[in-house]
């Protein structure tokens, strides 16, 4: 596996880092943790150094996965969390929206490190933006933690181009996570370049569509009541009949390059900019060997120059999120 930077950070981590969010849901029940455990470790034995949590996964859960998972191996890692919800520090229970005013960030940072099982956390996440807090606060908070050496970087997720700039002004920003594929290119208009010009990192999430970009679901897939795709527009049986389209399109490129689709669309993904990390999240050993294959994937300028102009040409439908969190979050 080989390494890449984060922007101009210094912050050095492997080319696909691994999402850890499904370890305890939401796409379904939570998973073992003895055999979740496992699973970390053999990403570790494989060069992944960069795995992403937050206090809201499980909730309050999966960082616990994590810190048992690399309490004998934390230097040979890079853990990436968030904060920027009301959550009940004792039972995980949601207490409401967005928190990131400056005191809650302390403090949670604080119950982060203790389920984490460490003395720092790599990179904190504003988990979403807080309208009611200004952005410079969060940032100054983040920076205050850094200088104390609870934190040593900072991110933003989902954020827009005039936050990252605001905010990178107070305390330079390592990375931006948001949502990024072949079947959501929203970022490529404003947020690439402006990432480029101030030398941030940038970390998709949902790198394969939630799945979907594997070819393993098609139109008459069920999904389970407590899979939380199954509230999610784009996923409506209707529109994934029709967004199906974009699968046979990588399908076919698989084909022809011997690969998985899944391994041409994080290909893809790490072809935009040396600066991109995906973090393809998965909880089965055989899935995390076949994504990190989509490392080892290289595309000519034409190859890539066909994809862009042959999705280009596609009408993809549905909402990537449900309404009611799209509002909560400002989106």
Not at 6 to 14: D, I, M, Q, W, Y
Not at 104 to 117: P, Q, S
Not at 135 to 144: L, P
Not at 235 to 252: K, M, T
Request: charged share 25%; glycine share 10%.
């Amino acid at each position: 596996m080989k390494n890449r930077n984060l922007g101009n950070s210094g912050l050095e981590v492997s080319a696909l880092g691994l999402g850890c969010m499904n370890m305890t849901g939401p796409y379904g029940p939570p998973q073992d943790s003895r055999e979740m455990i496992a699973l970390l470790h053999a990403a570790v034995e494989r060069g992944v150094t960069f795995f992403d949590t937050a206090e809201g996964y499980g909730p309050l859960e999966n960082e616990k996965l994590l810190g048992k998972a690399f309490e004998d191996i934390r230097g040979d890692v890079v853990i990436a969390t968030k904060f920027g919800f009301e959550i009940d520090a004792k039972s995980g229970e949601r207490l409401g929206g967005l928190n990131s005013r400056p005191e809650h960030i302390r403090t949670v940072t604080d119950a982060m490190l203790t389920r984490l099982g460490t003395d720092y956390i790599d990179l904190l996440y504003q988990h979403r933006v807080d309208p009611e807090v200004p952005i410079e606060d969060v940032a100054g908070t983040v920076k205050e933690l850094i200088a104390e050496g609870k934190v040593r970087h900072f991110g933003l997720s989902e954020a827009g181009v005039a936050t990252v700039r605001r905010a990178h002004a107070v305390q330079p920003v390592t990375a931006l996570q948001s949502e990024y594929s072949l079947w959501y290119r929203g970022p490529e208009a404003e947020i690439l370049p402006t990432l480029e010009e101030l030398g941030i990192g940038f970390v998709p999430f949902s790198p394969l569509g939630a799945g979907f970009l594997t070819g393993k679901i098609d139109a008459t897939t069920e999904l389970a009541e407590d899979d939380f795709r199954s509230g999610v527009p784009r996923f409506a049986a209707e529109y994934r009949e029709a967004n199906l389209a974009l699968v046979d399109l990588i399908r076919a490129v698989a084909t022809r390059k011997a690969a998985t689709p899944a391994q041409i669309a994080l290909g893809w993904l790490l072809a935009q900019k040396p600066w991109i990390v995906p973090i393809p999240g998965t909880t089965k050993l055989h899935r995390l060997e076949e994504n990190l294959g989509g490392a080892d994937i290289e595309f000519s300028a034409d190859e890539l120059a066909d994809i862009t102009a042959a999705t280009s040409k596609l009408e993809l439908v549905g909402d990537r999120l449900p309404k009611d969190f799209l509002e909560l979050t400002g989106q």
